[in-house]
């Protein structure tokens, strides 16, 4: 079956118990057993709910892989993966990786002895040179946050299956509509579910799928032992939101490009970052691995001040962290997204003060233009 067959139709099926066609919510803590020493398919919800596991069970399908989990956030997927690594063990992580994950390697796995180093990975030389005997993960976002930049996703899966190290890679931006790491060679991929996949900002939550059943069993035994959750609720807001991911992705996707398009032939506006114009940098490998060019859209005003104001001056995004929902949001990542990283850091993954990051929405994309041009010109006068 299709994408849009299964996103529908795989894991949350109809309730063979009432015919109910949206999958119950169970709010339970804990199941009855006949004996002591009788385990039914569940006993703590802890380990295992019946709303969840449909919303496992449908990532799991949709991003191919033998097994899905549900977190109470995309940086408890994250973490909760992290803790397959041992003190002495090494990491390589794209420079630009997202703020939360960054701060999360850097001051907490940290001190743990696990150690991360962080490159530039549109160069896989400098991935292949950060590698080190104690080396046993590589991380990557691909396209990345906030300037889109593009990894070989199919090069980095061959490089750490050559090196016998476990791969990784945040779907976040893409979803497994437009992009299935799983298929190119990676091992595990990681969501933060609060953005396109629950796509109406009324959640939190995170996703991790596993290709290899061992590695699997690794993650359901920390998801587990570690009890970073999804709640039944949210499970289902969760799978609910996903059965319109391939519509709604359709709809940002084509605003984007408009917008892209629109925001590169304006004077104020230095520079647009979006897979899909024609020169964008690794365009063609995002060509290769991905089916679309996703819906954000970022962009360098002329200066800080202009920046701010524009950000200031629109009306119909709101301004705010997070992305992938409904309603565009725009954000500056200098002083949201990236503040936590260290300056340094910052300047390296081209985070100054004249980007923004356009979240871009299911508004009709002339409106959003028109706003951002009233934001524009208001300023120029
Ligand atoms: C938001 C985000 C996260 C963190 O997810 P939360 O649900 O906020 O914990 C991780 N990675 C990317 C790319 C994100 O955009």
């Not at 998801?223 to 939101?241: E, H």
């Not at 520079?271 to 962009?299: C, M, N, T, W």
Request: charged share 20%; net charge negative; proline share 5%.
């Amino acid at each position: 079956m299709k994408f849009g067959t299964r996103i529908l139709h795989t894991g949350n099926e109809i309730d063979p118990a009432t015919g109910a066609v949206s999958v119950p919510i169970y709010q339970v803590s804990t199941f009855k057993q006949e004996r002591a020493d009788a385990f039914g398919p569940y006993d703590y919800a802890r380990s295992g709910n019946p709303t969840r596991d449909a919303l496992e069970a449908t990532i799991a399908s949709l991003e191919g892989g033998v097994r899905g989990f549900a977190f109470s956030s995309g940086m408890a997927a994250i973490s909760s993966v992290f803790l397959i690594f041992s003190p002495g063990d090494h990491l390589v992580v794209c420079e630009d990786v997202y703020g939360g994950t960054h701060r999360v390697l850097t001051r907490l796995f940290s001190r743990l002895g696990i150690e991360a180093s962080f490159v530039d990975f549109t160069d896989l030389s400098k991935v292949e040179a950060a590698l080190r005997d104690n080396t046993r993960a590589i991380f990557a976002e691909s396209p990345s946050n906030p300037l889109l930049k593009i990894t070989d996703l199919q090069a980095v899966a061959a490089l750490s299956r050559e090196r016998g190290l476990i791969s990784i890679v945040d779907n976040t931006f893409m979803t497994p509509y437009l992009q299935r790491p799983l298929a190119l060679g990676i091992d595990i991929v990681v969501h933060s579910a609060t953005k396109y996949l629950g796509g109406h900002s009324d959640l939190i939550a995170g996703l991790a799928v596993a290709a290899d059943p061992r590695i699997a069993e690794q993650i359901r035994f920390i998801q587990n032992s570690f009890g970073a959750v999804l709640g039944p609720q949210d499970s289902w807001l969760l799978l609910r939101g996903m059965k319109t991911l391939k519509a709604r992705m359709d709809l940002h996707q084509s605003g984007a490009g408009k917008l892209a398009a629109w925001l590169a032939g304006r004077e104020e506006v230095k520079k647009v970052y979006f897979p899909g114009l024609p020169d964008h940098p690794g365009r063609e490998i995002h060509e290769k691995q991905a089916e679309g060019p996703g819906g954000i859209v970022s962009f360098r005003m002329k200066d800080e001040k202009t920046a701010r104001m524009l950000m200031e001056k629109v009306k119909l995004p709101a301004l705010a962290v997070s992305l992938g929902a409904v309603e565009s949001i725009i954000s500056y990542p200098l002083t949201m997204s990236h503040a936590s990283m260290h300056p340094d850091h910052r300047l390296r993954a081209g985070v100054t003060g004249e980007l923004i990051r356009l979240s871009v929405g299911l508004e009709d994309p002339d409106d959003l233009i028109e706003d951002l041009s009233q934001a524009m010109i208001e300023y120029g006068r």
